[in-house]
């Protein structure tokens, strides 16, 4: 997205949107954590490549962290569906 936001998608029509300014203003520790967010294993694809750990691969890790399966102890708040 041009306003520095980005959209993450996972399996199963599942997205999160990572909004630049929560980013930022968590910056320092996103640059100090950043490597300890992927898997052994694991291939971070970016537009810009595969495990590039520039801004907007750190920025997808960051934006990963939110995604439920990664939770220490998760709690569904709310499901929301689209209607047809």
């Known amino acids: 997205m041009k306003d520095g936001n980005i959209l ?3 399996n199963h029509n ?4 990572v909004f630049n300014d929560l980013a930022m203003a968590s910056w320092a520790e996103i640059e100090a954590c950043h490597r300890v ?4 294993h ?10 590039r ?3 907007h691969g ?3 890790l960051f934006g990963r ?3 439920f399966m990664d939770a ?3 709690k569904i708040v709310r499901i929301e569906r689209r209607t047809a």
């Open 14 to 17: 599942i997205a999160t949107v």
């Open 53 to 55: 750990f520039d801004e």
């Open 72 to 74: 220490q102890d998760p």
């Open 58 to 60: 750190k920025k997808a």
């Open 65 to 67: 962290c939110y995604m």
């Open 8 to 10: 993450i998608h996972y």
């Open 37 to 40: 967010a992927i898997v052994t």
């Open 42 to 51: 694991e291939v971070l694809i970016t537009p810009h490549g595969h495990n």
